[in-house]
């Protein structure tokens, strides 16, 4: 059997100092996360961050710019992560949207907020993208390859 990452995709959006991210609950404990998600067969990462996104917040997300690519290694499953982080812009809001499974919320906060208890963060991914986008990491959509 060939070894397998899970592939995710995430984004980045700020708006007046705040983030967008989802509360969102995770074998039984809530936690805060960016709109993120597995790739989807047959599908671009572009067009999963947009549908994860949509489908985690009701915001409609055109990204921009790729701020990392990052490999993670869940310590209890040792399943292992392979996210691509965007940023972009926000298009628009359906605040009668009903929200995937498992969301409770999409909320605004400062990054000074996600720093320690009592707010859970679902991986150390969540930081480190946040961490990256304040740092200015922006690399060009055209580093991704669709082919076929």
């Known amino acids: 059997m060939i070894w397998k990452p899970h592939v995710t995709v995430a984004a980045v959006v700020e708006k007046d100092g705040r983030f967008l991210l989802v509360q969102e609950r995770i074998d039984g404990q809530s936690v805060l996360n960016q709109p993120a998600g597995h790739l989807e067969d047959n599908e671009s990462l572009l067009d999963a961050v947009v549908r994860e996104t949509l489908e985690e917040t009701a915001w409609q997300f055109a990204p921009e710019y790729i701020t990392g690519i990052y490999r993670w290694r869940e310590p209890v499953s040792r399943s292992t992560y392979l996210r691509v982080c965007f940023t972009g812009a926000l298009l628009g809001h359906d605040p009668a949207a009903t929200l995937d499974h498992g969301i409770e919320q999409a909320l605004w906060?400062?990054?000074?907020?996600?720093?320690?208890?009592?707010?859970?963060?679902?991986?150390?991914?969540?930081?480190?993208?946040?961490?990256?986008?304040?740092?200015?990491?922006?690399?060009?959509?055209?580093?991704?390859?669709?082919i076929g």
């Open 109 to 146: 906060l400062p990054r000074e907020a996600l720093d320690g208890p009592p707010r859970p963060l679902r991986s150390p991914l969540v930081l480190r993208c946040i961490d990256d986008y304040l740092a200015a990491a922006r690399y060009p959509l055209h580093l991704l390859g669709d």
